[in-house]
């Protein structure tokens, strides 16, 4: 029990005041800070700047003249979900929680942490037109299951247009099998949602009226996730590629009143972004994944910063156990291919990629408030060079090259 040791003695240590000096402090709002430092009470961010007020008696971490980042958002993956990723038993699933098949002990959660994530969406599969409710994780390797939940994250449905609906029904021999069967479902089911929706609503005037005659209508969990896209309480999170269902999807959105919050994918945004932007869509997108199917086959590297040029707020993303490691390395390229800048490409995997999962209130920014979520790199941190030294989340070490048992083990004491 060594590693789960070392572990609950770091835990313990909890909320101490830090301070992190001698950094190049990339803020990510507020452009860079040679020789800066960060003040971390309570596990957040108490003071950012050349120089801090903070007890005598903090924790002092030197950078060394290192690169100091807030913790990169993935916010696309489907680690720590195992098999348990696509409910492929009807084309229509919101019901499903991905909290239910959340395994807080899948070595993958490690892994990205290593390459300096922090945060991850964690979204079901593409096998539906509308999948389950997705989950939001810390990457608090080693602490306890619910500790690694996102605190208060908004909640995230999954929808999917395109290839994968069609060929996992249409294989049935059932509906969906074409694209036209693809809306045709989605929208039959967002019809039912409205009539359940009046018909809760006709009851409750009904109680308010004093009609004790009333009838309660009957509950349905598919029916009540699906109000709550109409009602705005969940965002929608589409896996789509082609450009003309991005439209139809916008379409769709407006005719039932609902917001999209993000492309997935979005290999073609770049040909409809004026229409993205105008509508406060964002994407999530990879930097130059190309031609592995017929829908990513006009998919080009350029297709991040295009976008980004017309008002688009552009995240990359990994879809892939593997790329989450590297979401540094890839969000690099749009300085590459269109020329993103620095802060730019920092905002794909920070900021504009925590606003997609809707916790840039909390976290994508060094700024005083934020959860104190950060990276020292050994390296330029958008580079192949860049190597995270230090990963903290809420101002604690769950990363450190050097003590690389830290956090590895599965269960703390006692568990």
Known sequence: MMLASAFAQSASAAHHDVVIKNATVMTVTHGNITNGSIYIKDGKIAAVGENVNAPASATVIDAGG?????????SHSHIALNDDVNEATS????????????????????RALAGGVTTSLLLHGSANMIGGQAVVIKHKFGASRDEMLFPNAPRSIKFASGENPKRVYGSREQSPSTRMGNFAVQREALVQAQDYMRE????????????????????DLKLEALADVLRG??????HIYRADEMLTEIAMAKEFGYKIRAFHHALEAYKVAAQLAANNIAIATFSDWWGYKQEA??????????SMHKGVRVAIKSDSED???????EAAKTMRYGGATEEEALKMITLNAAWIVGVDDRVGSIEVG???????????PLSSYGVPEKVLIDGEVYFDRSQPGLGTTHYKEGE
């Open 66 to 74: 290192k690169y100091l980042t807030p913790g990169i958002v993935d």
């Open 91 to 110: 084309p229509i699933t919101p019901q499903m929680m991905m909290k239910d098949a959340f395994d807080y002990q899948d070595k993958a959660i490690y």
């Open 200 to 219: 809760w609503d006709n009851y409750n005037d009904k109680v308010k009226r004093g009609d004790k005659d009333a009838t309660l209508p009957k509950h």
């Open 233 to 238: 309480k969940l965002m929608v999170q589409i």
């Open 297 to 306: 086959w006009d998919a080009i590297p350029w297709n991040a910063t295009l």
């Open 323 to 329: 790329y989450t490691r590297r979401l540094n390395q």
């Open 370 to 380: 934020k959860d104190a979520d950060l990276v020292i790199w050994d390296g330029y």
